[in-house]
């Protein structure tokens, strides 16, 4: 009887033990040009507690236009070098260990066994075993899962700044807004910021090379996404792929491709004084800005881009009431949407603005 229940428990134990999985593993790490890289490989679940083990075989591809191999080194104190069997050339790393004395070794979990040295030359290389055998004291294969790595250049991150145009818009209470994956489709957490006139912008830094989809929002919930057009849109939103240097993006119109165009007499007024829409629009050359006050009183009539930068003053002065127009030679100025902004001083001080684009 006691015979009987000593051989269950050996084949228990032993039966069990194949249950037990092992996992091997390498890290994915960032290098620059020229750079040594070290890649450990790890072992887990071979301690005595787990499935001790007998003989290894291991081989890791990598890409031979980002990695050059050189070695081997490192190697676990109870693995030396010499009990090792290892190459690599064509973009495969093998390595082949057997316990020395045909026995089992137990390997505390997450022990490296050994480190690959590679020359870094640029790009990204995936680390990806393509063998991964581990055998115990009977020389059975063990289950054995695989973590795969890799070597990439560093994630590196520009400043994209975001700008519409929303001159065509009744501008909503609650504010402008850019929602994308770059922030979780959230139409409420990241408000733009009103810098000129109708132009609102945000800017975030984002990793090169990420394909970002956005959407602008005329409010702060997904009922006030704007509509973007077939001919700029990819799945019904705007995309960008970021680039390698920090870049101010176009100015779009809200649900459109391009720039809001103004043209004809369209007026901008308050209660003493008349901006009118400046003509020829669009225009290259010479334009014609005009305006009327009610009063006497102290007039200012600056252009500016479309970031806010003054680029010029037409006329800074006294003025009598009564309708002037001033003429804006461009010969100097590049192309693109630029605004001027009217400020008068009377019995108060209001400033009303307009906007030109200019072509070459």
Request: proline share 6%; aromatic share 12%; hydrophobic share 40%.
């Amino acid at each position: 009887m006691k015979r009987q229940v000593l051989i269950f428990f050996v084949l228990a134990m032993f039966f069990g033990s194949q249950a037990q999985t092992l996992t091997v593993s390498v890290p994915t790490v960032t290098a620059t040009v020229g750079q040594i890289v070290y890649i450990p490989v790890k072992l887990a679940g071979a301690s005595s507690s787990g499935v001790p083990i007998s003989g290894a075989n291991i081989q890791i591809s990598y890409d031979t236009a980002v990695l050059h191999y050189d070695s081997l080194t490192n190697f676990y104190s109870a693995m030396p070098q010499s009990q090792w069997f290892f190459a690599g050339h064509n973009g495969l790393v093998s390595a082949n260990w057997l316990e020395p004395s045909l026995l089992t070794l137990a390997i505390p979990d997450n022990t490296t066994f050994y480190e690959i040295k590679f020359t870094y030359k640029g790009g990204n290389s995936p680390l990806t075993f393509m063998v991964n055998e581990f055998t115990d004291a009977l020389y059975n294969i063990i289950p054995t899962a695989p973590v795969n790595g890799a070597v990439n250049a560093p994630v590196v991150f520009r400043q994209v700044t975001f700008r519409v145009d929303m001159i065509t818009q009744n501008i909503s209470t609650d504010g402008v807004h850019i929602s994308g994956t770059f922030q979780g489709w959230n139409p409420a957490a990241t408000p733009m910021i009103n810098s000129v006139d109708s132009v609102f912008s945000y800017s975030d830094s984002l990793p090169t090379g990420t394909l970002v989809q956005y959407k602008f929002v005329n409010g702060n919930s997904a009922a006030n996404y704007e509509t973007v057009p077939p001919a700029c849109a990819a799945n019904g939103s705007r995309t960008l792929l970021v680039p390698a240097n920090d870049t101010i993006l176009k100015l779009v119109c809200f649900s459109e491709c391009d720039t809001c165009i103004l043209t004809g007499s369209t007026e901008r007024k308050r209660d003493d004084l008349t901006l009118f829409q400046n003509f020829p629009n669009p225009f290259s050359g010479i334009t014609q800005i005009g305006y009327r006050i009610n009063q006497e009183g102290f007039v200012k009539l600056a252009v500016y881009g479309s970031m806010g930068q003054m680029v010029s003053v037409l006329f800074c002065g006294p003025s009598k009431p009564g309708a002037f127009s001033v003429p804006l030679n461009t010969s100097d100025l590049a192309a693109g949407i630029y605004y001027y902004q009217m400020t008068f001083t009377g019995r108060d001080r209001t400033s009303v603005q307009s906007k030109m684009m200019i072509v070459k």
